[in-house]
């Protein structure tokens, strides 16, 4: 049984039809990849996800929890990061990050321990009494993506998460993902870097104009493409998005 399952999904917005028809399920554990270019539906697809939009039609279930008919319960087992956090300038990283805690319901022991072992992993311990205004924009992502952890949850829903993170930052953001695929977390991520959903990502989805052009790892979206064995993601998905009429694939 999958663990996300996205049924028939579409959301319009006023006439734009901005997701059309997506079905998609997600095995427990996967670290899922949504690639496409700026506009394709990615964030819209993942608010949808997180319960934060309403579908025109279609269903989300996540462990079986339908996401419209039970949110609170759904949204108990979601971190989910935004494209853009928006962070308390200032409050410091660490009055940030009880706050946060506090509102998901964090048993204080517990989450003193998390906030503790995730900035010692991100290497922050020294900017625990700083205000987030002075961190740099790799040290407030890391503070928002353990702000979308603390409280344990079973999939994480990463908007872009590496949009914009020096080569450093991308490194110790993936091994932050890699330590909770580790613990049987399941996560969604969102890019329109071909390279991070190659490097990052088990399996990936490309999204283009709101639907779902191909589904699977890097081998079998090569296959799909009829793109040769050794060939970049760039190429498949070039194939892949190519608009009818000039298909490189029907040439
Ligand atoms: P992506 O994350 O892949 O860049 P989005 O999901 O943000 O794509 O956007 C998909 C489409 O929906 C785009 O055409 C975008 O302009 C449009 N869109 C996104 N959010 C809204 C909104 N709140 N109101 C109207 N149109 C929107
Ligand atoms: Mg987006």
Redesign the pocket.
């Known amino acids: 049984m999958p663990q996300i399952s996205v049924e028939r999904l579409t959301k319009h ?2 006439t ?1 039809v ?1 997701l059309d028809n997506v079905s998609l399920d997600i095995g427990s554990g996967e670290i899922f990849g949504l690639l ?10 993942l ?1 949808t996800l997180v319960g934060i939009l309403r579908p025109t039609s279609g269903t989300i279930r996540i462990d079986e929890i339908d996401i419209v008919v039970e949110p609170e319960k759904a949204k108990r087992m979601i971190g989910y990061l935004p ?1 853009n956090p928006s962070l308390y300038t200032g409050l410091t990283t660490l009055e940030f990050l009880q706050f946060v805690g506090k509102i998901r319901g964090v048993d204080d022991e517990l989450l003193e321990r998390e906030i503790s072992e995730s900035l010692k992993s991100f290497g922050l311990e020294e900017k625990r009494n700083s205000l987030l205004g002075s961190l740099s924009k790799g040290m407030k992502q890391k503070v928002a993506l353990i702000a979308t952890s603390l409280h344990n949850p079973e999939v994480l829903v990463l ?1 872009e998460p590496l949009t914009a993170l020096d080569p450093k930052t991308r490194v110790s953001v993936k091994d932050w993902i890699g330590a909770r695929t580790k613990r049987g977390v399941t996560t969604i991520l ?1 890019t ?1 870097d071909l390279d991070v959903a190659q490097s990052h990502a088990g399996r990936i989805a490309i ?1 283009d104009h ?1 639907k779902i052009v191909a589904v699977g790892d890097i081998e079998s979206l090569r296959k799909m493409a009829r793109a040769e064995s050794d060939a970049r993601l760039e190429d498949v998905f070039l194939r892949l998005t190519a608009e009818k009429g000039e298909d490189p694939i029907l040439k």
């Open positions: 917005y006023g734009l901005a496409g270019p700026n506009g394709a539906g990615k964030s819209t697809l608010k494209e908007d969102s329109h999204i709101g």
